[in-house]
Structure formats: structure tokens, C-alpha cells
């Protein structure tokens, strides 16, 4: 018997219209975009791809889904399967140990933001840095924000080094942002408790376990408004969710300037909902999908 638990469709319908709209993004080089015949030739070997891709995954006795997201691109994508939908079963967060760190109070002269990601494209880290500079600009508050993440190569290392250049040139100084990389867990947990928000900016984050971390901490999530955060994560009354770097500026001024017990109340509330996405919670999904 053969069990698929898939995190990311390798293809997908939204990659094929970004291919053949020439968008570019972090998969779709500037000089593919630019180019109508590159953009062609990538989308056809995309839909050949996609054909076999969806073939081969329909041939699973058993396909588990860790996001509403994944489940409809994986509905759709493996025509082999059309008559066996997907399970979803969320993936598994260290809820108990973040969910120990007290709720509050948080209110110290110097409010903390957190962003917790891997340095890679995808995470766009740019637009959390213009959104800083523009909640610098627009706000006497006292706040700084943290950069935590893990580097792989080093690709990644000149990327955190792009990063540091780009700070400096907003006028962003080490006080109001700071990169800590490759942190152990323990530095990870005191930071998130420290924080009273959380940034996270990947578009089409099949799931974000970054966000419901957020949430388990006490930390009020500021997230992409797409994919996972949106449909499975983050509601109304438990966090914001943005697309422009306004959107994430005016949502970090809003928590800046919230009174603690609104923020406690709102913490408290993605707390409760951080608990749907725990370690038994992804055990009996994922024996009940077998």
C-alpha cells in the first residue's frame, strides 16, 4: 500500500498562470517573465509535468493533505484519483511547549515584533522591511523588530547580508531591527515571549506552522492573506492578515498602539485556536486518513 502525505503540490494550477501571464516571482525568473517564447515553452513543460505529476500521485492507495489549500490543488492536480478526494490532516505543532510562555503582560518601553522565517525568497523579507521603515516614519512608538531564521547554504548568508543593506539604506538601525540566525530553540521560545506580534509574508504558504507558532506563544499573528494563514489559520478575532506593505504597516501601528487587555484577549483567543493544530491532534488526523 502506498500513503502520500503531501506539504506542497510540486506543480500546481497557480504556477501555470503565473507562467502564462508572465508574472514574475521567486519561481519565475525575470527572463522567463520577460520573454512571451521562454514563458510558452515553460508552461508547456509545466502542463506535460503537471500530466505525469498528477498521474503518478493518483496512483496512492491513501493521499493525506496538510492545508485547505494543498487539498484543492491536489484535487485537482492528480486526475488518476478524481473519485477519492484527498483527507485533510493539519501538520504538527509543538503546541505544548510554546504554550507554556505566559500571555503577558508584554508592555515594556520597548514594544518587540518577531519574524520568524527561513531566509529564503519566497519568505519576502523586503516587504517586512518596508513595511518597518514605513511604521518607522509614521509612528513615535518605541518597538523593534526581530529577524529570526535558519540559513541553509550560502546563498542564504549573502541574502541575510542583503537584507542587513537594505535596513541600513531605510534608515533602519540595529535598535529598531535586528537578524538572529540559525537560533536554538530555546533563544526561539524567549524571543516569541517577549513579542506582542509576529510577521509572516510568504504568499501561497501551503500551511504556515510559523503563524499557528505565533498564536501558541501568545503572539498576535500579522500574516500573507492567502493559502494556509487565510483559509485554515488565522480568523477575524485572532490576528491580521495583509498583502501590501501598508496593509502589514497600518496592522503593526494598530498592535503598537492596542491596549493590553485587548491584546491579551486577542492572544488568548489564537491560543485556544493554536491548540486545533497540536502533536495529538495530527496523530488521530493521521491515523483516521489510513
Not at 18 to 47: C, D, H, I
Not at 145 to 171: H, N, S
Request: aromatic share 10%; hydrophobic share 40%; glycine share 6%.
Amino acid at each position: 500500500k502506498v500513503v502520500a502525505y503531501v506539504h506542497y503540490p510540486t506543480v500546481s494550477s497557480d504556477i501555470l498562470i503565473r507562467v502564462r501571464n508572465g508574472e514574475r516571482s521567486y519561481n519565475n525568473r525575470g527572463v522567463v517573465s520577460r520573454s512571451r517564447l521562454l514563458s510558452l515553452a515553460k508552461a508547456v513543460y509545466y502542463q506535460i509535468f503537471s500530466l505525469w505529476y498528477g498521474f503518478c500521485g493518483g496512483c496512492a492507495d491513501v493521499c493525506m493533505v496538510n492545508s485547505s489549500w494543498t487539498k484543492g490543488h491536489v484535487d485537482e492536480i492528480f486526475w488518476w484519483r478524481r473519485k477519492r478526494a484527498s483527507t485533510l490532516v493539519y501538520p504538527p505543532c509543538d503546541f505544548t511547549a510554546l504554550s507554556s510562555v505566559s500571555l503577558g503582560p508584554r508592555d515594556s518601553d520597548v514594544k518587540q515584533i518577531i519574524s520568524l522565517a527561513q531566509f529564503r525568497p519566497e519568505k519576502n523579507h523586503e516587504m517586512q522591511l518596508d513595511a518597518v521603515a514605513r511604521v518607522r516614519r509614521q509612528t513615535s512608538r518605541k518597538f523593534r523588530v526581530l529577524f529570526v531564521g535558519g540559513c541553509r547554504d550560502a546563498g542564504d548568508y549573502e541574502r541575510v547580508e542583503r537584507l542587513r543593506r537594505m535596513a541600513a539604506d531605510l534608515g533602519l538601525d540595529h535598535g529598531t531591527v535586528e537578524f538572529v540566525v540559525n537560533a536554538p530553540f530555546s533563544d526561539l521560545r524567549r524571543a516569541l515571549a517577549a513579542s506582542i506580534a509576529g510577521l509572516h509574508s510568504m504568499k501561497d504558504e501551503h500551511f504556515g506552522i510559523s503563524v499557528v507558532e505565533y498564536m501558541a506563544a501568545g503572539v498576535v499573528p500579522i500574516a500573507h492573506n492567502s493559502a494556509g494563514p487565510r483559509m485554515d489559520i488565522v480568523t477575524a478575532d485572532t490576528g491580521f492578515l495583509c498583502e501590501t506593505a501598508e496593509e502589514y504597516s497600518d496592522a503593526m501601528e494598530t498592535l503598537l498602539d492596542m491596549d493590553e487587555r485587548e491584546r491579551l484577549e486577542m492572544a488568548a483567543r489564537g491560543r485556544t485556536r493554536a491548540a486545533l493544530f497540536a502533536q495529538d491532534a495530527f496523530q488521530h488526523g493521521f491515523l483516521r486518513g489510513i
